[in-house]
Structures are given as structure tokens and as C-alpha cells.
């Protein structure tokens, strides 16, 4: 074996075809291709698995049950494996402690600086605190023993003790640190009334308190002290809720008023009031499911107590050079290293503090490298998209500065602008220089071109993919005919439509004065019936506009979600559009039952001809006989699924092929159905090429599939389980579905970086599906960073001019070729090049 290669023998990962491939160690390694056509099976399924399972392999069987040990990857042998570790898009966690200050490990220098060099202020008075000793205990001469003295700080003129100073002091995860209040988290979650009562034209009696008469209203307490309450205040439960007096509302939401004068043992005599009982419910359940149905009818808000800086207030009072620890969180990070790079301090502070502020200054420069440098060290890591998520965890890695390890990371350039590519390659590289091998799942044309080596699977995608077309240096694969990815990047195929922009309906959607985060107070036009893509480098408030203001506020108007949006005066125009859909790459479904059919509605058509058929009506089978999610077809022993799990113990967990139907899903009796000499299984295992020929005298059915087909997904099997699809192949789906709607000419499509895990040819089709919704009338609104797709909206709205504090204005607006022409534009600049 030769230990500058990874050898691999026979994959055949989900649809890899017996795949041998040798691939160079210690270099930058580019896999690339169409989307679904095996970048992921290979690099993730296959390599990234197979090492995880031979780490894991290492620890005994009993250690073994607690890591979720993946199943071997079908694959005959791979050689010259090194641990590997796998750097996807994930969010890092769902926990809302969690900031990228914790994340990146730089808030643990802060806690320890502050802790040191910190000097603590009164929390009343605001005084200088001094250092005072009391003595604890005497010593005694004749039995050696020591005096003990405890040392704490004083305020010199309230008197007041202050705890002591440690790093736990400023840790919001902490009992000793937190806000007693809101328990670290900076939020509380409080009832909100309008999301309680939803219908204000329902009564008391009907159900208007939706939260009541989902949780309370079969506990016969709560109804007698309701009823009670309202025969002593001489109100109805049988009136509309908007027909009551503010003052009985008042009561039935927070209570009899008399319980708040009464004794503490007569408190309960009184009604407590709806959003109170609820509110203590949430508090004290010990059922997480209890707990997240309430919550959908509460609001957070900043916590009242520590105003969301989540800490207590004597950490808040202890500062460095008149800053304290939550001004420096709250600071970009590229102004927090600006201020630990001018602190002064006295010689024996420098002793204590010189280690610890170059090694955060260390980790905030990995940080900025990677082109995250608008991001606050309090941000929330659960609102990090995962792009974000994925280069905070690459730049902790330049700081493990481990080596001999695979290192495996999936479109790295995702949220990133052109401008900031160029760094993100630099890191690559370094941690490549450490004599690691980096393998990209990526289709960034530039991070391509800097490759040592290149992998182009394909030719197509799903059966049509799965082999190697190309490999080798990118001067190999543009050489290549083979290769779809070395005709795009060699410009043999056109990327570009003409100047020929549309004109619109002339009408528009105006955002006055948007302020949420960092946008500084603009007005923002959306021209109506054109393809619009809002521009700008990362943490520049693109999201903020298009997503938290724009999408939240529409999504309210006309679907009553919970979401609230961001902080703006008025939107103008919403009249001129009738729905807002927004399209993302998230799965189609959570569970192996949801696929294809299943999401677009044709497979529904489909159980319905099943159903007409004479020998299902004679043997009385109707449409519900047809499903794999009811009893009536599908086969008892699998419940539908096709295959059954065995539970191992101290092993994987092990899925076969269930014995009864042979991973069919159904029963004898509805596999005897047949149309056109295939029955319902044979159809779902048919593609979406194959499945339009054979139902091409079924309009309905055909038309469904034709859509599909458009969208290129022309391979994908009717029935494959929604969590293989690939994010691009989700996103075509849904973009299918609503394309077999019948356009109103009056939708607004919100898509935030649609091109992510799309290839050159995959974009292509995106466009295609994307200028017909226009062409119908309607409005597609992306957020994107890809500059061959910005080149072809008919609008752009370019932000910025930086990220973060720098950023939140109009760069500048207009036709593609106006922004080119904008020097100060940096899309505007790179726009430019093409």
C-alpha cells in the first residue's frame, strides 16, 4: 500500500457504480458534478463513513453503544485511510446558549481576561471597589498553624461586598454568572395575546382562548373558577371575545383582580387568569412536548432584568479600560480584536495578560480570515446559517492544528461574496500545508481552479451518475471531453442571456425605513413581474431585508404565521401581489415514507387510476387501498416501509429488505393490480423519464411528470425516499410543485441562495424554471452571491457597503449593467470581469 494515496476499491454508496478510484494525499482534492450525481455518496458516505466506523471500531463494544456507530459503506476496500472528520453545513447545535463566542472558543479568553485584569465597580453607586482582607481564623505560634485570611472587594462608600472575581463569574452557563432572571439565555418567553386568541369573532365557549381549549378546557378547576369569575364580574363566555369590555378580557387573561390584595393561603380561591396558568404550566412541566405546544402561543423578548446581556449585574460592572465583557461581545469581531490589540496595561498585568489576549487574538483572526468578520461575538449559533456554522468550525481547525487527517467539507463557499473567496482558499490551503488532505464538496469556479487535483462524477445525476467522468488537474478536466464541468469552465457552453431585460408590471412593493440589525434605516423598492436578486457581501443585511422583513411581514399578512418581523415603519404595494411562496433547500419530507410522488401530489393520480381500474372497484379497493401510510395495501409486517430495522445492542442497528414484500411495501392483494402490465410498485420504481412515457395517455399524470422533467429531474425515481434527495434536488421538487399550480400572476417567490449544491448545468435549469415563473406575471426575489445568475436578473439591489455595522445601506441599484458600472459596488466589481 502506498501511503500517499487513498485507495479506494468497489464503492457502491447509494448510486456509485463499483467506483475504483485513487485519490492523492495531503493535497486540496475538488469533487465536483451535477447535483445527485454522487459528490456526497463518495466523499461523505463512503470515505467520511468508513473512517468514522474504523475510529469507532477501536473502542470496545460496551463504549461503542453510546457513539451512534454509522453502518460500513458499501464498498469493497479502501486503503491509505487516515481519521477523518467531517465539516458539513449543519448548525453546530440547537442550543440557545451557545454564541459564536462560545463556539469558537474566544468568549473562554474573554472570561479569563476579565477575571484577571478586570476592575469591579459598584453596582449601586458605580464606585471604584477596593480589595479588603478579613481574617477568618488566628494562627497559633505553638501549633504552627497559619492565619487564613479571605480577600473580597468592597465599595468604599455603600459598604456593599462583591463576589469574587473567577471566570465562572462571567459565564452566562453558569449559576455563579447568569442573569438570575432569564438564566443566561438574554430572552424570556412570555404568552403573547394575539397568538392565544387567534379568532376574536369566536366566544369564550367556542374555543376563542385557542391555548385553554386545547390544554384546559376537559379539567373541570380551571372552567368552574372561569365560569365563577365571570358570574361575579357579570360578563358572558357566550359573546364574541372582540364584543367583551377591556376590563372582563383583562380578567379572563390575567385574573381576578382581588387576587392580588388577597392572603398568600387564599391566592388559589382566586381565578388565576388564562395566560398566567399558562405561563406556569410552560414554567414548571417537566414534557418537553407540553412545553413546545405552549410556546407556540408565546413571544420571546429581551429579558427585562439584564436587558439580553444575559449576564449578573456585578460581572456587568467589572471593566478594562471602561469597557465591560458585554460590550466587547457585542462588538463585531472584527472590532473586538481592534480593542484587544489597543489595550495598555502595567507590566505585571502584561505578565498575566500577554498569553491569554494573543490567543484570542489568535482565533479571531481564523475567524476574519474565513470571511466572518461582520459576525458579533453574542450572535446566537442556532441563527447562523449553515454556511456560517460550517467556516466557524473550519476555523477552528487552523487552530487545532492537527495533521494527517482527512479532512471533508461540503460547499465551504456557500453565503460567501466573490470578494471573500480569495480567503477562504487561503484557509483551505493552510490547513492543507499541515499535511492534511482536504476534500471539497464544491462548484465554485475559482476554488475549482485552485485544486491540485479534480473529480468530476457524473455523466448525469442519480442511475444516470455515479461514475468517474474526469480526474486529474483542472487543465486534465477542461481537456476532457467527457466532462460537463471542463466544458463549463473552459466557456464552451453559453452561461449568459442577453441585455434583454424585462420591463415588469410597473408596479412594486416598497419597505419605508427598515432598522432590524445592522440595516440603517432604508427604503427599499421591489419592482413587480421581474427576476430581482438582492446582492451585497456577507453580513450585509440581505437576509435581514429580504427574509426577516420582507418574507416574515408577508408570510403574516397572508398566512397568520407566528413569525414576527423585523423592525420597519410600513410596506406599500402589498396589494399587487396575492401569495408569497418561499422555496429553500430544505428536505421534502423527515421520514423514508414522503418521495417524489408523494410531495408533488401525482402520486395521489396515480392511486386514483389504480383505484378506477374494474378489478379494483370489483374487489372493492378504493384510493386509500393504494397508500403505504394506511392499513388496507401495504404490507403488514414492514408497515410500508419496505424493510425492517434489527436492533443490534452493542452494533449498528441493521435495516434488511422485509421478507414478506421484498422492500415493495404492499401486500399480494395490491400487487395484483395491474395497468399496462405494471402494478403500484413497479410504478414507483419507475423514473420520472420512464414514468412520463408510460402514463403519456393520462394528462393529468403526464403533465405533473412533465413539470418534473423540466425542472431536470427527469432521473429521479418516483419513489425514492426523500432523505437521499440532495438539497438541490429538494428544491426543484417544490419549485415543480408550484409550477403545476395554476399561476395567479400575482406571486412573489422568495428564494435565498437557490444555486447552493447546484453544478454549472444544474443552474442552467434553475434559471430556466425561474424566468417561466416570471414570465408569468409573477416575482422571484432571490438572495445570491453567484455572479453568472446575477448577471441575468432584470433588478438588482446591491448592499453594503461592507458586513456588519459597515454594512445595512444601498450600495446601489438597477439594471446588471448598471451595477457593473458602479465602482463602488464590489458585486458591481466583479460583475465587471465577466
Not at 317 to 322: D, H, L, T
Request: proline letters at 3%; glycine letters at 8%.
Amino acid at each position: 500500500m502506498e501511503n500517499d494515496k487513498i485507495v479506494i476499491k468497489g464503492a457502491r454508496t447509494h448510486n456509485l457504480k463499483n467506483v475504483n478510484l485513487e485519490i492523492p494525499r495531503n493535497k486540496l482534492v475538488i469533487i465536483t458534478g451535477l447535483s445527485g450525481s454522487g459528490k456526497s455518496s463518495l466523499a461523505f458516505d463512503t470515505i467520511y463513513a468508513e473512517g468514522q466506523r474504523r475510529y469507532a471500531e477501536s473502542f470496545s463494544s460496551y463504549a461503542r453503544q453510546f457513539l451512534g456507530v454509522a453502518d460500513k459503506p458499501d464498498v469493497d476496500q479502501i486503503e491509505g485511510l487516515s481519521p477523518t472528520i467531517s465539516i458539513d453545513q449543519r448548525t453546530l447545535t440547537n442550543n440557545p446558549r451557545s454564541t459564536v463566542g462560545t463556539m469558537a472558543e474566544v468568549y473562554e479568553y474573554l472570561r479569563f481576561l476579565f477575571s484577571k485584569v478586570g476592575v469591579p465597580y459598584c453596582v449601586h453607586c458605580g464606585e471604584k471597589l477596593i480589595k479588603k482582607k478579613v481574617l477568618l481564623s488566628g494562627g497559633n505560634l505553638n501549633k504552627r498553624s497559619k492565619i487564613k485570611y479571605s480577600e473580597f472587594f468592597v465599595c468604599p462608600r455603600c459598604k456593599e461586598r462583591f463576589p469574587k472575581i473567577e471566570p465562572r463569574l462571567f459565564s452566562f452557563n453558569s449559576p455563579y454568572g447568569a442573569c438570575p432572571y432569564c438564566k443566561g439565555l438574554g430572552v424570556k418567553l412570555d404568552v403573547d395575546i394575539d397568538l392565544a386568541i387567534p379568532n376574536k369573532n369566536l366566544t369564550i365557549s367556542e374555543g376563542a382562548i385557542h391555548p385553554w381549549t386545547k390544554f384546559f378546557s376537559n379539567q373541570k378547576i380551571y372552567w368552574k373558577k372561569l365560569q365563577d369569575v365571570a358570574k361575579k364580574y357579570k360578563f358572558s363566555l357566550d359573546v364574541p371575545v372582540r364584543e367583551l369590555k377591556e376590563k372582563d378580557i383583562q380578567i379572563i387573561l390575567y385574573g381576578d383582580p382581588m387576587r392580588n390584595i388577597a392572603e398568600k393561603e387564599e391566592k388559589n380561591n382566586y381565578f388565576e387568569g388564562v395566560l398566567d396558568i399558562l405561563q406556569q404550566k410552560h414554567d414548571k412541566t417537566d414534557s418537553n412536548f407540553l412545553r413546545i405546544e405552549i410556546e407556540k402561543y408565546m413571544k420571546e423578548s429581551v429579558c427585562p432584568y439584564c436587558m439580553g446581556k444575559r449576564l449578573r449585574k456585578e460581572a456587568l460592572n467589572v471593566k478594562i479600560n471602561g469597557k465591560s465583557i458585554d460590550q466587547i461581545v457585542k462588538a463585531t469581531i472584527v472590532d473586538a480584536r481592534k480593542w484587544l490589540n489597543s489595550l495598555k496595561f502595567t507590566k505585571d498585568e502584561k505578565k498575566i495578560s500577554d498569553q491569554i489576549i494573543s490567543s484570542a487574538i489568535k482565533r479571531l483572526d481564523s475567524l476574519i480570515n474565513i470571511g466572518l468578520y461582520y459576525l458579533t461575538l453574542d450572535r446566537s449559533a442556532i441563527t447562523l446559517s449553515g454556511g456560517e456554522a460550517q467556516r466557524v468550525r473550519i476555523a477552528n481547525q487552523i487552530n487545532s492544528l492537527l495533521t494527517g487527517v482527512i479532512y471533508i467539507l461540503d460547499e465551504p463557499s456557500i453565503g460567501l461574496h466573490p470578494r471573500d473567496i480569495d480567503k477562504l482558499i487561503k484557509t483551505l490551503k493552510k490547513i492543507r500545508d499541515f499535511k492534511n488532505t482536504v476534500i471539497v464538496v464544491e462548484h465554485e469556479e475559482r476554488i475549482i481552479k485552485e485544486a491540485d487535483y479534480i473529480i468530476d462524477v457524473g455523466p448525469g445525476a442519480g442511475i444516470y451518475g455515479g461514475e468517474i467522468v474526469a480526474q486529474g488537474s483542472f487543465k486534465q478536466i477542461l481537456n476532457n471531453k467527457n466532462s460537463i464541468t471542463g466544458k463549463y469552465l473552459s466557456q464552451k457552453r453559453e452561461k449568459r442571456k442577453s441585455n434583454n431585460f424585462r420591463k415588469g408590471s410597473g408596479k412594486f412593493i416598497e419597505i419605508i425605513k427598515a432598522t432590524e440589525n445592522n440595516l440603517k434605516n432604508i427604503n427599499v423598492k421591489f419592482p413587480l413581474g421581474k427576476f430581482i436578486c438582492v446582492t451585497g457581501v456577507s453580513g450585509s443585511g440581505k437576509s435581514t431585508l429580504v427574509i426577516d422583513i420582507l418574507g416574515k411581514a408577508l408570510a403574516k399578512k397572508f398566512y397568520r404565521t407566528k413569525a414576527y418581523p423585523g423592525k420597519y415603519k410600513e410596506i406599500k404595494g402589498i396589494e399587487n401581489i396575492n401569495k408569497i411562496i418561499r422555496i429553500d433547500q430544505s428536505p421534502i419530507g423527515k421520514t423514508p415514507r414522503s418521495n417524489p410522488a408523494t410531495y408533488t401530489g401525482v402520486f395521489t393520480q396515480i392511486r386514483n387510476l389504480f383505484a378506477s381500474l374494474p378489478e379494483s372497484q370489483a374487489k372493492g379497493y378504493d384510493i386509500g387501498f393504494f397508500s403505504f401510510n394506511i392499513d388496507g395495501g401495504r404490507c403488514p409486517l414492514c408497515s410500508g416501509e419496505g424493510y425492517v430495522k434489527v436492533e443490534m445492542q452493542f452494533l449498528t442497528d441493521v435495516y434488511i429488505e422485509c421478507e414478506a414484500c421484498h422492500g415493495k411495501r404492499y401486500n399480494d392483494k395490491a400487487l395484483e393490480i395491474y395497468y399496462k402490465g405494471k402494478n403500484i410498485a413497479d410504478v414507483l420504481s419507475l423514473s420520472v423519464n420512464e414514468a412520463m412515457n408510460f402514463f403519456r395517455d393520462s394528462l393529468a399524470i403526464y403533465g405533473k411528470l412533465k413539470i418534473l422533467y423540466d425542472v431536470g429531474l427527469g432521473y429521479l425515481p418516483l419513489g425514492q425516499s426523500a432523505i437521499t434527495l440532495s438539497g438541490g434536488e429538494a428544491q426543484r421538487i417544490k419549485l415543480a410543485t408550484e409550477l403545476s399550480k395554476r399561476s395567479t400572476g400575482k406571486t412573489l417567490y422568495v428564494l435565498d441562495e437557490p444555486t447552493t449544491g447546484l453544478h454549472f448545468e444544474d443552474i442552467k435549469k434553475l434559471l430556466n424554471v425561474l424566468n417561466m415563473l416570471v414570465d408569468k406575471g409573477n416575482t422571484v426575489l432571490i438572495i445570491e452571491h453567484n455572479l453568472d445568475v446575477i448577471k441575468q436578473a432584470d433588478w438588482i439591489i446591491d448592499l453594503g457597503p461592507e458586513g456588519g455595522d459597515q454594512g445595512g445601506r444601498i450600495v446601489c441599484e438597477g439594471s446588471p449593467r448598471k451595477i457593473a458600472d458602479f465602482k463602488k459596488s464590489y458585486t458591481g466589481q466583479y460583475l465587471k470581469k465577466l
